[in-house]
């Protein structure tokens, strides 16, 4: 036999391990960390009140018991990702919108995909047109920017025999999956994930559709909402967990878990949307009521809270955010210089809701000794005086 038609000679076992070896570290190494590398702070969809939340390459969770606003939240979501700032979205919607830094990452007008499950094809529509009140666009006139997906109507595939292909929340998914690749959305709103998994009480069905979930975020860059109402528990709302294997397997793995609670009082009905879980940093609660701006379509408009309304959680008295609100809020309201007890007062009282109780210590102490408050050179008859150059040093 000639050379040139001589078969290669056979790997040796050593050669062969050293291959598998080598296949291995080459699968494993792409997802190692590299010390060397600087990674970036995320980047968040949505802000409120300067806190932002919704991680981009995340999945994140709507929940509550049934008929408790959820819908209502997802309008208010899907309306300030869409919309800039106008005097209709700082009115119905103040404090909630898309931080400036992610709007210049992405480079262009964030684009919404909203997908239900759930509703008749009429409740749908008004999810539809109430986002496009709030934006302030025609309401009979499709946006390229905000694309809803119907899948209530979609059923099982079977053949002739009359034997299932393919089961209808399977198929939702894929048509999900499919309407991303072609839609290119920055956000997709699931409502509601249970419709696209056959079990959710089944532990492999629940954490492998999870985990596909995250994938398809992070591949994406893109923040996937996923709407589970909770399990009933009368009285414990907002410590109540979501349905099912699914909804522990998604608490889990969300970087942000958010609850609708209802309420209903002498005076009507409101409803309060508090942050269950959080990767960063906490936000405060907001508070909405259903309004009639728009007819029967229902508008949801955010209530600013008073400060008898907050709690510990959300007053935080020595968090340099916090107070920088404030203060931005008074510079437009009060006359400057101010004293440091008008300060105290207007300040830190009436804008920021704090008092000397045993409950919050919260004192102007408090944000002297954190240096948040510096001393004027100024003084006037016993007092200093402060500019609001001086109330905040950064």
């Not at 699914?246 to 005076?267: F, H, P, R, Y």
């Amino acid at each position: 036999m000639s050379e040139e038609n001589k078969l290669p000679p056979l790997p040796t076992p050593a050669e062969q391990d050293e291959r598998v070896r080598q296949e291995r570290f080459d699968e494993v190494k792409q997802y190692l960390l590299d010390a060397r590398q600087n990674y970036p702070e995320p980047y968040y969809l949505l802000e409120y009140n300067g806190v932002p939340f919704s991680a981009l390459g995340g999945i994140q969770a709507l929940s509550g018991q049934k008929k408790n606003g959820k819908t209502f939240v997802l309008a208010q979501l899907m309306s300030a990702i869409l919309s800039p700032r106008t005097m209709r979205m700082d009115e119905y919607l103040p404090g909630l919108r898309v931080p400036q830094r992610t709007l210049d990452h992405l480079g262009h007008e964030p684009q919404v995909l909203y997908v239900d499950t759930e509703m008749e094809k009429l409740n749908s529509a008004k999810v539809l047109r109430r986002v496009h009140w709030l934006c302030g666009w025609d309401m009979d006139v499709p946006n390229p920017r905000f694309n809803v997906l119907w899948l209530r109507g979609v059923t099982d595939v079977k053949n002739l025999s009359g034997e299932v292909k393919e089961h209808a929340y399977s198929r939702r998914y894929r048509l999900i999956k499919a309407a991303i690749e072609v839609l290119h959305p920055d956000v997709v709103f699931i409502d509601g994930i249970r419709d696209i998994i056959g079990d959710f009480n089944d532990n492999k069905e629940s954490a492998s559709l999870v985990g596909d979930l995250m994938a398809l975020a992070e591949k994406e860059q893109i923040c996937i909402w996923n709407v589970l109402h909770m399990n009933p528990r009368p009285g414990n709302d907002d410590d109540s967990k979501m349905r099912g294997h699914l909804g522990t397997e998604l608490g889990n793995k969300v970087t942000d878990t958010l609850v609708s609670i209802k309420q209903k009082t002498a005076n009507g009905v409101t409803f309060t949307v508090k942050q269950q879980d959080a990767r960063g940093k906490d936000m405060e609660d907001w508070k909405f009521e259903v309004t009639e701006a728009a007819g029967a379509l229902g508008i949801p408009k955010i209530i600013p809270l008073k400060a008898t309304d907050r709690t510990e959680k959300e007053v935080v008295h020595d968090d340099p955010e916090n107070i920088k609100r404030w203060i931005a809020q008074a510079d437009k309201l009060y006359e400057w210089p101010m004293t440091r007890g008008d300060v105290k007062k207007k300040i830190f009282g009436e804008i920021g809701g704090q008092n000397n109780n045993d409950i919050r210590q919260a004192d102007l102490d408090v944000a002297l000794n954190k240096q948040y408050l510096v001393e004027s050179t100024l003084k006037k008859q016993g007092h200093y005086l402060l500019q609001i150059g001086d109330v905040i040093p950064f």
